[in-house]
Nanobody, 121 residues
Framework: QVQLVESGGGLVQAGGSLRLSCVRS????????MGWYRQAPGKQRESVAAITRGGSINYADSVKGRFTISRDNAKNTVYLQMNSLKPEDTAVYYC???????????????WGQGTLVTVSS
């Protein structure tokens, strides 16, 4: 069973920082991509940052220069460092991965349970 578990959310003041972590578990043959999404109340879920299989990194325009995505393959973990946080960053942040499980030939979309980030003004 492939799972993603996020942690690191919390309450911070505007201008502060948080680091989110996402730990992947399960028998996986390959990982095509991993990234972070967020969903604020009343809004659609949006992509925040992603690392593709080819190694490219993409950020939403709203977080460029403030957020940094990184990974530690030895720990099966992807991180999102969030600096200069703004109230509009308040949302539930979800880890996402596209993987091929061991013994399969097809991609599987996996989502974490989400971690809440609240930025106060």
């Amino acid at each position: 069973q492939v799972q993603l578990v996020e942690s690191g959310g919390g309450l911070v003041q505007a201008g502060g920082s948080l680091r989110l972590s996402c730990v992947r578990s399960g028998s996986i043959f390959s990982t095509n991509a991993m990234g972070w999404y967020r969903q604020a109340p009343g809004k659609q879920r949006e992509s925040v940052a992603a690392i593709t299989r080819g190694g490219s990194i993409n950020y939403a325009d709203s977080v460029k220069g403030r957020f940094t995505i990184s990974r530690d393959n030895a720990k099966n973990t992807v991180y999102l460092q969030m600096n200069s946080l703004k109230p509009e960053d308040t949302a539930v942040y979800y880890c996402h991965a596209t993987v091929i499980p061991v013994g399969d030939y097809r991609s599987l979309e996996v989502w974490g349970q989400g971690t809440l980030v609240t930025v106060s003004s």
